[in-house]
């Protein structure tokens, strides 16, 4: 089971950037599909971007593509979110999450993940 902790969260301008940072302690992360997930006020929790174990295959929400990247280090277990362009929209609570691979997932559905971090805030005042 993974277990994961969210880093760099934050108040920022709109336009600025922001990194996030996932870490993985679990021992299956090599085969985990890792995501970020982010839930505003009164919203429901958003799929943003997904990461694939092995290909490195990556999905992106159409509100966050081209803004957004996400990206993996397998030596540290650790994934980030490098957050550019900011927009108010964008303030939430922003979750990592992971689940073991398996074919034919929805990687942006925040039901195919079984761990989820304790989540981060970014906001972004207008």
């Known amino acids: 089971q993974a277990q994961l902790v969210e880093s760099g969260g934050g108040s920022v301008q709109a336009g600025g950037s922001l990194k996030l940072s996932c870490t993985d302690s679990?021992?299956?992360?090599?085969?985990?599909?890792m995501a970020w997930f982010r839930q505003g006020p009164g919203k429901a929790r958003e799929g943003v971007a997904a990461?694939?174990?092995?290909?490195?295959?990556?999905y992106y929400g159409d509100s966050v593509r081209g803004r957004f990247t996400i990206s993996r280090n397998n030596r540290r277990n650790t994934i980030e979110l490098q957050m550019s362009s900011l927009k108010p929209e964008d303030t939430a609570t922003y979750y990592c999450?992971?689940?073991?691979?398996?074919?034919?997932?929805?990687?942006?559905?925040?039901?195919?993940?079984?761990?989820w971090g304790q989540g981060t805030q970014v906001t972004v005042p207008s």
């Open positions: 990461i694939l174990p092995g290909s490195g295959s990556i």
């Open positions: 999450a992971a689940v073991r691979y398996r074919y034919g997932g929805h990687w942006l559905s925040a039901d195919e993940y079984s761990a």
């Open positions: 679990g021992p299956t992360y090599v085969d985990n599909v």
